[in-house]
Nanobody
Framework: EVQLVESGGGLVQAGGSLRLSCATS????????IGWFRQAPGKEREGVSC????????YYSDSVKGRFTISSDNAKNTVYLQMDSLKPEDTAVYYC???????????????????WGQGTQVTVSS
């Protein structure tokens, strides 16, 4: 059974930092690209970052580029999203995803993503 379990969300003031973790199991970790989507109330899901564990290739949306850093620990089958200089507009539920689409082909549409985690809430206060 494929599992993607997010952790690390919470409440932080603007300008602060959070690190999200995505622990994965049930599939061959380095055969998939692991990504992060987010969805704010009333908005569509947005793919913000993705990493290929096998070659280290990454993708960042323009909205987070320079502030977020994605990394993977292949020994632990875990991906991290370090979020710095957080803004109130970063407030959303963040979802970990797994898909065969390489980061070089992102941004990805939510409809094509194979696997989703349950999500973790990130709230940035002004």
């Amino acid at each position: 059974e494929v599992q993607l379990v997010e952790s690390g969300g919470g409440l932080v003031q603007a300008g602060g930092s959070l690190r999200l973790s995505c622990a994965t199991s049930g599939f061959t970790f380095d055969s998939y690209a692991i990504g992060w989507f987010r969805q704010a109330p009333g908005k569509e899901r947005e793919g913000v970052s993705c990493i290929s564990p096998v070659d280290g290739a990454t993708y960042y949306s323009d909205s987070v580029k320079g502030r977020f850093t994605i990394s993977s620990d292949n020994a632990k089958n875990t991906v991290y999203l370090q979020m710095d200089s957080l803004k109130p507009e970063d407030t959303a539920v963040y979802y970990c995803t797994a898909d065969l689409l390489h980061p070089s082909s992102w941004p990805a549409l939510p409809s094509i993503i194979d696997y989703w985690g349950q999500g973790t809430q990130v709230t940035v206060s002004s």
